[in-house]
Every structure is written in structure tokens, then in C-alpha cells.
């Protein structure tokens, strides 16, 4: 994610005054958040203890404001956090982490030593709008809100990097968490910020505040010497992860900024005079990533949409993990749902459920795709249903297919591709579930 994105389901029943991060859940039925995460710094999960703040707004005033749930290892939970008893009335919630125990926050700063973790830095925000009391989940997606950037170190030098250090941004950022949005603090200082050793010697990673500006790369080695670099125009966008690649030599080092898709959002490409793109696309009240891949549009991420008269179980199933998945992984689909019951044999741009203007890919798109080399961690493994005669489960979770409009009697097209494994076109049978990933059809691009 915007972008790159985090789905909480909430667990409804109403909202009461509670305790402190450490409260455990009682027996009164509550809210319970149930986090599937898309992109984290330090990983793809929570970590127990982990605070996020919440607000409730009805009426035009808080009925609850910044109150704390706790991640207990699998989901997040408050004692006596009960909903309010009018289960006509709509509201809007507001959540953010981490928490802070001062209030809602209108400013945010990264921390300018980041040597210990950046996840202090990391800041994340959601709105959920017109919610209404139930007992069913109430989905938040979760943004990034600050920019990331990892310094991917080669040093041909004579001695070992002690310390990387990026200068020549803001620190702090003004915070609308309505949107939520963040923009860097008008009239505040440039700093300096020490960046994390993800690995030593060759990968450090830092959060920044979303700018333009100069960005001033200094490395120093354990000979005591700092080498420094500034790229004239960066520009990072907000829920974006860059990639920086650094040559270090005994006189000089060299910078080269790209976007390459990780567990954040793809922030384009970037070079010292160039500050990338990126596109987004709407459809079925949910926000994807689009990327240009080879002079095609494509969708990158596993679409999410559930056709209207679908049950899920029935053509169309949550990945392996469940609802708390879907964000992550989108949904999965057999041939009949994902091409809206058309089988096409020729290579014909079928829509199926993809929106106006899109299509399920042909093979020879498929083929094309991968010939052009998308950007590492385009493809998201979100496993698949098997379907074989009266037996039915999930297949491997480390596996993922990208559905193909393309069919035989018994077989779909498809491209196979796995954790470990290149992706390669292959063919299933027609009742097993799979991701689907839109192209643009050409007279729209």
C-alpha cells in the first residue's frame, strides 16, 4: 500500500469507558480487533503488547476518543469496550498506531536515532465511516502514513560501514487522521536521522517524513571516514517503501534510488532528478495499486471484489487464514465466477468481474508479463481451493495463481508461482480457486 493498506475487523458490541494497554477482555461481549497485516516494519504481523488508540464519532461528538486496545497475540481487545445501544445510529471510527497514552495526534515526529527499530516511526491510520452497531466485523484498512526508505549497501571499500545517516528532510509531520494524511510540518527544521542496520555491512532502513527535497546520504566506515551524497530532487510519497542502492568505494559513494514492491506500497522508480509515479484505481468501494508493466496497466494486487449474488464457499473462498486475509491476499475465485460464466479459447479480452475498462488476462498477456520482469513482490502467494471430485481444502499457502481467461473443457490457464519457485504458465482444473489480477484493456490505457 495506497494505498499499501491493513484490514481490521472489528467484533462488535458497544462502547464503555476502559482501562489502560495492559486490560485484559472481560466476559461482556466487546470489541475485538482482528488484524490482517499487509506491511509492518518489522514484519507481517503484530507484536504482542502492541497498542493502537481508537475513536468512536456520532453525532458530531466522541463518544469514546483515543482509547487503547492491545494485541494479545491475536487480535486486538479493551475491557468493556461495549458499543452504544442504538444500533440504528451510524458513527465513524478513527484508529492509529502506536498509541499515545497524550491524545489523538495532530503532530507526528520519526526519531531522528532509529539505531534500536523503526517501529516507533510507523505510523499507521484508519477511518471506517457510516458503522452502525452489529455483531458482525467492521473492516478498517490501515495506511502507512510515513515513507520508508532501506539503503541497500555494496562496499568495495577497505573498511566495514559503521553507521548510515540520512539528512536533508523534515522529522516532523502535521496529522490529519480523518483522511488520514500527513504532510511534513511547515516551517520545521531539516535533521539529521540515524538509520536502522537491518544488516550489517550491507542493508539499513529508516521511516521518513512523506517531502521533496534534498536527501544528504552519509556513510561512514570504521576508519573513521564518512562519505556523503545528496540526491537534488527525492520526492517520498506517503505508504511507500524506496530502495536505495549505496557503492561505497575508498573515495566516494554512489546513490541509485528505486521503488521496489516490498511489504509496502511501490514507490515508482526514482533516480537522482526523478521523482516517480504511481496510479490507483477504484472499484467496488476498495482501493488497488495499478502498475505499467511492459505497456500494460495491471492491477497489483489480487483483486478483492465479491460479485453480487455470491456466497463465499460458492465459487468464490477467503484465502487459508480467513476474512482477516482478504486485504492482503484478496479473495479466490474458480473460472466460472471469475469470467461471469464466458469461456474464452482465443485469446478474446473477457471483462468477467473485473471493472469496466479491465479484463481477466489472456495466456499470451501472462507470458508478456513475465517477460517484462515486474518489480520484486508483484506477485502475492495467497494460496488456492482445490477442488477433487467430493474432496475440497486449502492447497499450500506458500503458492499463489494468477487466473487466465483462457480454457479447455475441464482446464483453466493460469500463471503458477510460488515462494521459491519463478512464475511459470500452467493449467488447472476449472473448479479450483484462484487470485485474479486485471489488465487494462488497451483502448483505455
Known amino acids: 500500500m495506497m494505498k499499501r493498506q491493513l484490514l481490521f475487523a472489528l467484533l462488535a458490541a458497544g462502547l464503555a469507558a476502559a482501562s489502560g494497554c495492559a486490560d485484559k477482555r472481560d466476559a461482556v461481549p466487546g470489541i475485538r480487533i482482528t488484524p490482517s497485516i499487509k506491511t509492518r516494519v518489522t514484519g507481517l504481523h503484530f507484536d504482542t503488547g502492541d497498542c493502537i488508540g481508537l475513536t468512536v464519532t456520532k453525532n458530531g461528538s466522541d463518544y469514546v476518543r483515543n482509547h487503547p486496545m492491545t494485541y494479545d497475540g491475536s487480535a486486538?481487545?479493551?475491557?468493556?469496550?461495549?458499543?452504544?445501544?442504538?444500533?440504528?445510529?451510524?458513527?465513524?471510527?478513527?484508529?492509529?498506531?502506536?498509541?499515545?497514552?497524550?491524545?489523538?495526534?495532530?503532530e507526528f515526529s520519526v526519531a531522528q536515532d532509529q539505531t534500536a527499530g523503526c517501529v516507533s516511526s510507523d505510523l499507521l491510520g484508519a477511518v471506517a465511516k457510516n458503522v452502525t452497531p452489529t455483531g458482525a466485523p467492521v473492516g478498517m484498512l490501515f495506511y502507512h502514513l510515513m515513507s520508508q526508505l532501506t539503503i541497500v549497501i555494496t562496499n568495495n571499500s577497505d573498511a566495514a560501514v559503521s553507521g548510515v545517516t540520512v539528512g536533508g528532510f523534515v522529522p516532523t509531520a502535521s496529522v490529519d487522521l480523518s483522511v488520514p494524511t500527513v504532510a511534513a510540518k511547515a516551517g520545521a527544521a531539516v535533521a539529521e536521522i540515524k538509520t536502522f542496520e537491518a544488516t550489517p555491512d550491507a542493508s539499513y532502513r529508516v521511516i521518513l517524513v512523506p517531502q521533496q527535497g534534498a536527501l544528504t546520504v552519509?556513510?561512514?566506515?570504521?576508519?573513521?571516514?564518512?562519505?556523503?551524497?545528496t540526491l537534488s530532487s527525492a520526492t517520498l510519497e506517503s505508504g511507500r517503501r524506496y530502495d536505495m542502492s549505496v557503492l561505497v568505494t575508498n573515495i566516494d559513494?554512489?546513490?541509485?534510488?528505486?521503488?521496489?514492491v516490498s511489504d509496502w506500497d511501490d514507490g515508482g522508480s526514482l533516480d537522482e532528478d526523478n521523482g516517480g509515479e504511481s496510479s490507483e484505481l477504484e472499484y467496488g468501494g476498495e482501493t488497488y495499486r495499478t502498475a505499467k508493466i511492459g505497456g500494460q496497466v495491471w492491477m497489483a494486487e489480487n483483486l478483492r471484489y465479491r460479485p453480487a449474488g455470491t456466497e463465499i464457499g460458492e465459487g468464490v473462498w477467503y484465502p487459508e487464514e480467513?476474512?482477516?486475509?482478504?486485504?492482503?491476499?484478496?479473495?479466490?475465485?474458480?473460472?466460472?465466477?471469475?469470467?461471469?460464466g464466458v469461456s474464452v479459447r482465443s485469446g478474446t479480452p473477457l471483462r468477467g468481474i473485473c471493472p469496466e475498462g479491465w479484463h481477466i488476462p489472456a495466456l499470451a498477456e501472462l507470458e508478456a508479463l513475465l517477460a517484462a520482469g515486474p518489480a520484486a513482490g508483484f506477485f502475492r502467494c495467497a494460496g488456492y481451493w482445490i477442488v477433487n471430485g467430493t474432496t475440497t481444502r486449502y492447497g499450500d499457502a506458500d503458492k499463489g495463481y494468477l487466473i487466465?481467461?483462457?480454457?479447455?473443457?475441464?482446464?483453466?490457464?493460469?500463471?503458477?508461482?510460488?515462494?521459491?519457485?519463478?512464475?511459470?504458465t500452467d493449467?488447472?482444473?476449472?473448479?479450483?480457486?484462484?487470485?485474479?489480477?486485471?489488465?487494462?484493456?488497451?483502448?483505455?490505457?
Not at 559513494?253 to 521496489?260: A, D, H, Q, V
Open 404 to 424: 487466465s481467461s483462457e480454457a479447455t473443457a475441464e482446464r483453466s490457464g493460469c500463471l503458477a508461482y510460488s515462494t521459491t519457485t519463478d512464475p511459470v
Open 427 to 445: 493449467e488447472v482444473p476449472l473448479g479450483y480457486g484462484l487470485s485474479v489480477r486485471c489488465v487494462k484493456d488497451a483502448a483505455a490505457r
Open 218 to 229: 552519509t556513510v561512514s566506515t570504521r576508519d573513521g571516514k564518512s562519505r556523503s551524497k
Open 322 to 340: 480467513g476474512l482477516s486475509a482478504v486485504a492482503e491476499k484478496g479473495l479466490l475465485y474458480d473460472y466460472a465466477t471469475a469470467t461471469g
Open 253 to 260: 559513494i554512489e546513490l541509485k534510488l528505486s521503488g521496489e
Open 76 to 106: 486486538f481487545t479493551a475491557s468493556g469496550l461495549l458499543w452504544y445501544n442504538d444500533l440504528n445510529e451510524t458513527s465513524t471510527l478513527t484508529a492509529y498506531f502506536p498509541y499515545s497514552a497524550s491524545g489523538v495526534p495532530d
